[in-house]
């Protein structure tokens, strides 16, 4: 998400809006790191149930690792992995994180 596009009227509202952005991205950074260090550890140790439930589902397993979870979302990004690119970047993530947290079922 673009933080310029949400036009705020004054500085309060937008700098709570980029305060709550940077906690989202470095949570998503975390993510991505943990994957790449730890790919075959259950995402249920760092993704909510409902998250890993919901991704479980599309994918069709009943446990999925941190990696798999983490190509899942940035595949409502349109990331498809390749030889020349086997893990999604930042921007894809967070992209696919919108997307994913958009359309999550809400309890």
Same mark, same amino acid.
């Given at each position: ?35 790449? &260090?730890?790919?075959?550890?259950? =995402? @249920?140790?760092?993704?909510?149930? #409902?998250?890993?439930? %919901?991704? *479980? ?5 009943? &446990?999925?690792?941190?990696?798999? =979870? @983490?190509?899942?979302?940035?595949? #409502?990004?349109?990331? %498809?992995? *390749? ?25």
């Amino acid at each position: 998400m673009q933080i310029e596009r949400l036009q705020f009227d004054c500085f309060t509202r937008l700098s709570n809006a980029i305060q709550l952005h940077a906690i989202v991205a470095w949570q998503l950074f975390c993510l991505k790191h943990l994957a790449d &260090q730890n790919p075959d550890v259950d =995402a @249920l140790q760092v993704l909510e149930p #409902l998250q890993v439930e %919901v991704i *479980s589902v599309q994918k069709g397993v009943k &446990q999925i690792t941190l990696k798999q =979870a @983490l190509i899942a979302i940035a595949a #409502l990004a349109g990331f %498809v992995p *390749s030889k020349k690119q086997p893990r999604p970047g930042e921007k894809t993530i967070w992209k696919g994180w919108c997307i994913f947290e958009k359309n999550l079922p809400r309890i």
